[in-house]
């Protein structure tokens, strides 16, 4: 892989990189009910490692600038035309990298393939519009209630909870 050095993450991608080109035209054929249902669930928590793992190194070249080499403006501009994704997703992927530098929980449990990154976006988004005043005990509580819940909830489901988290975590704070 071009532009892959010594570092292991590096190192690492490209064995991901190598394992994924090993299945490229793997048949299908023999692999029944159970089987294909278990592997979805699990190719679902490795993308969400995997997931956890761009935006850990976004977030690292966020702060290296990496777009300074080639003039862009933003690390998400950057990002953008470097994987050809629209800016609007790139800057919720900037977003989200910022967010699991703060919320260790969320970020554990994203890298653990407990938290999807649809998921893993809204706990963070619930997390920031929280009260800036209330006490940090309190929005950790909430940061590891939401991470709990996002193990029998979907996306949208989160949002409304995220929306009602200090009435289960704090209720006096949320009154």
């Known amino acids: 892989m071009e532009g892959l050095g010594q570092h292991q993450v590096d190192r690492g991608v490209?064995?991901?990189?190598?394992?994924?080109t090993d299945l490229d035209e793997v048949s299908l054929i023999g692999l029944d009910q159970d089987a294909t249902a278990a592997s979805l669930v699990e190719i679902a928590a490795a993308e969400a490692r995997l997931g956890e793992l761009k935006h850990r190194v976004l977030a690292h070249a966020s702060s290296v600038r990496v777009e300074e080499?080639?003039?862009?403006a933003t690390t998400a501009?950057?990002?953008?035309?470097?994987?050809?994704?629209?800016?609007?997703?790139s800057r919720r992927a900037v977003h989200l990298a910022?967010?699991?530098?703060?919320?260790?929980r969320l970020r554990e449990g994203y890298a653990a393939g407990r938290v999807n990154t649809e998921q893993a976006e809204v706990i963070a988004r619930a997390l920031d519009a929280l009260p800036t005043d209330?006490?940090?005990t309190v929005k950790a509580d909430?940061?590891?209630r939401l991470v709990e819940l996002a193990a029998h909830h979907d996306a949208c489901d989160l949002r409304v909870l995220?929306?009602?988290v200090l009435d289960v975590v704090?209720?006096?704070?949320a009154d």
């Not at 490209?14 to 994924?20: H, K």
């Not at 704090?170 to 704070?173: F, N, S």
């Open 98 to 104: 910022t967010a699991l530098e703060t919320y260790q």
């Open 77 to 89: 501009t950057w990002l953008a035309r470097a994987t050809r994704t629209t800016v609007r997703s």
């Open 162 to 164: 995220g929306d009602r």
């Open 14 to 20: 490209a064995v991901i990189a190598g394992a994924l």
């Open 69 to 72: 080499a080639t003039g862009a």
């Open 170 to 173: 704090a209720p006096a704070v």
């Open 142 to 144: 909430a940061e590891q």
């Open 134 to 136: 209330i006490p940090n």
